[in-house]
């Protein structure tokens, strides 16, 4: 699983807000040789099909959004910098002086004005800055900001991949491009196992806009069941035990009553069987992912969650453990490979 | 690109740990200028000139940047630190540095916005509310990598975009290293002293023991100062604006500069057709007041670059801006032999 990482790095290295997704072409191009099909769908979804060479096959859904949060332009003001709101999910507290890319009609570097510390006095750095009252900088003067920029041109943060310690690693949306680099690299292996499923993986939009993408995927799909792959959090500073997971110790298996409890034992018996190192995550009715939208699509889909625990959530500094991914497609992979076959003998 | 600016400003050098900034200037000049470097890490460079000097002139800049300096690790092995230098805490978060000499990556964390309160949406974290985290299983393990005393540094990709503007972690001051260096490569008019000095940020403590060796008649500090030129703040004074050419400053927090001297660069300006502004507030100080006042003193010039969001990971300048203001120092010098 050496490329596991070249594909997160990548990934990562384009943005992708919400209703954007087709920008990400490095999940394309990765994509398109493994898969049997590809095909973008109207709702934004890429959508990679693998087929089964077991006839009458179940079809089995792989989700994992490719959307990121970011910010939208709002106005640009005289003095051609730009205002802008929060466009899904992102802290005001992350913003000032972060370097971003504003996705205009080419992408333009940019930066989170902030006044200098010299210039303000002590009760101006005890309150917060609201998004609505920063701005941004591209460099530019009005007029050729006006004609590059417009109202509802996305922003994304940026931020550069970099190798923490313990097979850690440090950067930006790996919530959850974790996860599509996770189905990136069981596509790749399921090119040299023979699935039991028809496999539909879904790189689903907008779920950090509330993940209508997942849902008209499932709708077009109909699979007989679905695995949600999404990030969830990690214990930190900010975290503790009691309401995160712990980064390392394989990827978390949701236990909620809106998911499926077959499949999520089933999930936990191929962890238990394949030695692979899981923990699970209770909640007590929706997970905030796309297993909501997906479970209540057509007469319902039967769905399980599967979540890489992640630090810092929705900033550039997200970190993930590599060897939680791993353990991840070693999951999904055992999954796919015995528990359809179980299912159809 | 600007080659030696990318390279300069990709440099760690928070104040007291300037070392790999001075090798590379030491690197840069060496072949041009005669070197050493003081006890406490300040590079005093002698540059021959055509003529003999009409006095003694220094020109300087520091190599020191604002950072942070870790002070404890926890027992989970997240990292604790104050900050060297003038950082605000609100442009901590996320961001991504570098710990001590092996440059451990890390990342300032922050609660993610699901798990906040309304309260804590509206708290400014403190700086002694933040932690580093390096990825360590726990304090032994986090020890292997780091240890207290080891300063941080921000880690940034530098970029060249908008209308000439630059954005770069440590405008303030490699812009003025840069300069120093491309002056140091030229023929100039006379015997020239230059300084790259240590801990400016925390109190300009090289640059008085610089000049105290030095002695100099005349002192040019090239600096990066504050621009505040953001649409936000139209109720304040900007300071001065980033594409307006060099700032030429009258006072400061530190030092009433010397009007003839001011005057003098203000003339070799316009004589050489270079923009400048002059600083339109006393805000700041700079390495002038410590030089102003060492020894029997000097008549003090300050020649800046305008710098939006100094002393963050994410300064914007302008390229413009640091040549003329490299072009606007060696048209004093050769103004100054003409007096």
Redesign the interface.
Known sequence: MENLKNYLFELCSEYAPSGREELLVSLERLVRPMADKLYRDRAGNLIAVKYSKIPGAEKIMLDAHADEVGLVVTGI???G?IHFANHA??????L????VTVLASRP?????????????KDAD?????KSK???I?????EK?VKELVRAGDFIALR??C?????R?V?GKSFDNRASCAVLVQVLAMLCSVRPRYDVYMVFSAAEEFGGYGAHTAAFEIAPDEALILDTT?AV????DKS?GREL?GGCAVGISPILDTHMTEAVIGVARSHAIPYQTEVMSGKT?TDADNVTCARDGVPCALLSIPL???????E?VSLSDMENTVRLILGYVEYRGGNRIE | MNKLLSYYTSLFGTSGSEGDVRRAILNEISPYAKTKVDKLGNIIAFKKGRYEPPATVMISAHMDEVGMILTSV?E?G?IRFDTVG??????L????VAIGRRK?????????????KKSE?????KTDEL?I?????DKE?ALQ?VQPGDVIGF???Y?E?????V?AKALDDRAGCQILTNLIKKDLPFDTYFAFTVMEEIGCIGAGCAAFEIKPDYSIVVEGT?A??????KD??S?CRVGAGPVISFMDGSTIYDRDFIKLACEAARERGIRYQMKQ?V??GNDSGRIQRTASGASALAVSVAV???????G?ASLADIDDTERLVYAVLNKMLNV
């Open positions: 003001d005289e003095r910098f999910g992102i802290d005001d507290k992350i000032p002086a972060s370097a333009l570097h940019g930066v989170v004005a902030t006044l200098p510390p010299h210039l303000l750095s005890e309150k917060t800055i009252d920063m701005v900088d591209v460099g530019y003067d050729t931020s550069v970099t190798d923490l310690q313990n850690l440090l959090f930190s500073p900010y975290t309401k390392g905030g630090r810092y959530m929705h900033s550039a500094g970190i | 926890t989970d997240y003038g950082i605000d805490p609100r442009t978060c996320g961001k991504h451990i990556p890390g990342v300032i964390g922050q609660a993610a916005p699901h798990l906040m949406k509206d708290s400014v974290k932690y985290d390096i990825g360590a299983r393990d990598y880690r940034s990709d970029a975009f908008g209308d000439g503007l954005r504050t505040a030129d953001i649409s936000d703040n304040k004074t300071v507030a805000a700041g939006r969001y100094l002393h963050t990971v994410t914007v």
